[in-house]
């Protein structure tokens, strides 16, 4: 977090100077640096019960080197679940998530650190290195019958299985992001950046890409049709990302079941024990005719 308050004030200094190409190398930092919060007690004893292994992806935006993104499983039964944690966050986040579904039999629970998260490798990140990370996690642990994603570990979830052509048992998705662009211009503002300069950066963007961020978003990589038994948690409050993004998609998707945790909070959603109550039925269900 220290990182990130840095990269907050240079920005407003270089707001100050007015100084273009400096604020534009500022901007990818902002936008692309997720924050780093150390593993608590609790946490690290899960880890340490777990079975670890590793995969490498080639990360040609940032370090131009292949990345080591580090991955654990619990269990060996034949229903594999995926984990997908959201910017920012770790796979141990998910962790009294993990206690729970570990109950449940004949499991095998998968999670990873993406990209620059944990204790992966890389500093800087983006929805590509996400997804393949999660692609190869796949690739080396199997298909998943279930697939679990949290905020941006939803869309990161939607957009690998739709690349490889996986319609799970169960997708689950939490407090997912909706629209990327606009959170871009949301994290700009709320660091004083001028719509010049937002604008200087999304131009950018589609230099170095050869598409503008708002490509990025949930309507058009989900491709899944009204047959995937797709379930839905949401918080009508949730203050990272607007509800009225969700409602126009839902709309679109009539087909996904939802449940509003409202005052739940974006980040504290996975905590809550109403909501893993919730997940767990929702598996041992999707699981039952397995």
């Not at 919060?37 to 609790?42: D, K």
């Not at 079975?51 to 080591?68: A, C, G, H, M, R």
């Not at 993104?69 to 060996?76: D, K, L, P, S």
């Not at 999304?202 to 230099?207: E, N, P, V």
Request: aromatic letters at 8%.
């Amino acid at each position: 977090m220290k990182k990130l308050k840095q990269i907050v004030l240079d920005i407003k200094t270089k707001v100050a100077e007015s100084n273009p190409a400096e604020m534009n190398d500022l901007l990818w930092q902002l936008i692309c640096y997720p924050p780093k919060m150390p593993l608590r007690l609790h946490q690290e004893l899960l880890l340490a019960d777990a079975e670890k292994f590793s995969v490498v992806i080639n990360d040609p935006y940032f370090t131009k080197q292949q990345l080591t993104i580090n991955a654990c499983r619990w269990g060996t039964g034949k229903h594999k679940i995926l984990l997908t944690h959201g910017w920012g966050s770790k796979a141990a986040d998910f962790d009294a998530l993990i206690t729970a579904l570990r109950e449940l039999p004949n499991i095998q629970i998968v999670a990873f650190d993406a990209p620059a998260c944990g204790s992966s490798g890389g500093d800087l990140s983006n929805l590509i290195l996400f997804v393949a990370a999660a692609k190869a996690v796949i690739e080396a642990s199997g298909i998943p019958d279930v697939a679990i994603g949290h905020s941006f570990g939803a869309m990161t979830n939607v957009a690998a299985l739709s690349d490889l052509k996986i319609i799970p048992s169960l997708l689950i998705s939490i407090a997912p992001f909706i629209l990327l662009q606009e959170n871009f211009i949301k994290n700009m503002t709320a660091a004083g950046v001028s719509q010049q300069a937002q604008q200087n950066f999304l131009d950018d963007f589609k230099a170095k890409y050869g598409i503008y961020p708002s490509y990025y978003n949930m309507p058009d990589l989900y491709t899944f049709d009204n047959t995937v038994n797709h379930w839905l948690a949401y918080d009508d409050q949730d203050m990272m990302l607007p509800d009225a993004y969700l409602q126009r998609f839902l709309k679109e998707h009539p087909s996904i079941k939802t449940k509003n945790y409202s005052g739940a909070g974006h980040e504290r959603i996975i905590k809550s024990a109403e909501l893993i109550s919730d997940v767990v039925g929702k598996v041992t269900t999707a699981l039952a005719d397995r």
